[in-house]
């Protein structure tokens, strides 16, 4: 099992700067993927970016690429999304998540363990 625990959200305006970060404890060698998904009221969840563990490589949506970095410190067991420029249509609860995969990792199907989300939101 991988427990994964998100923090750093909260409320930004727009234009604005947050970080978030995602701490994983357990199996954690069992994960070669992490991914941050998000929520937005109403809406499916949908996603956002990943990192493969060993490497380094990334990955991001159209939405949200050229604003938001994933990097992640393995020592710490932490990944991290550094969101710049935020928009209103920022606004959602954001989810980390762990995937032995190391393809496909947009589709939320491919992740094995979730976090319990953080909120973020952004004002005008």
């Known amino acids: 099992q991988v427990q994964l625990e998100e923090s750093g959200g909260g409320l930004v305006q727009a234009g604005g700067s947050l970080r978030l970060s995602c701490a994983a404890s357990?199996?954690?060698?069992?994960?070669?993927?992490m991914g941050w998904f998000r929520q937005a009221p109403g809406k499916e969840r949908e996603f956002v970016a990943a990192i493969r563990l060993s490497g380094g490589r990334t990955q991001y949506s159209d939405s949200v690429k050229g604003r938001f970095t994933i990097s992640r410190d393995n020592a710490k067991n932490t990944v991290y999304l550094q969101m710049n420029t935020v928009k209103l249509e920022d606004t959602a609860v954001y989810y980390c998540a762990a995937t032995h995969s190391i393809v496909a990792v947009t589709t939320q199907n491919e992740y094995d363990y979730w976090g319990q989300g953080t909120q973020v939101t952004v004002s005008s």
């Open positions: 357990g199996r954690t060698f069992s994960s070669n993927t």
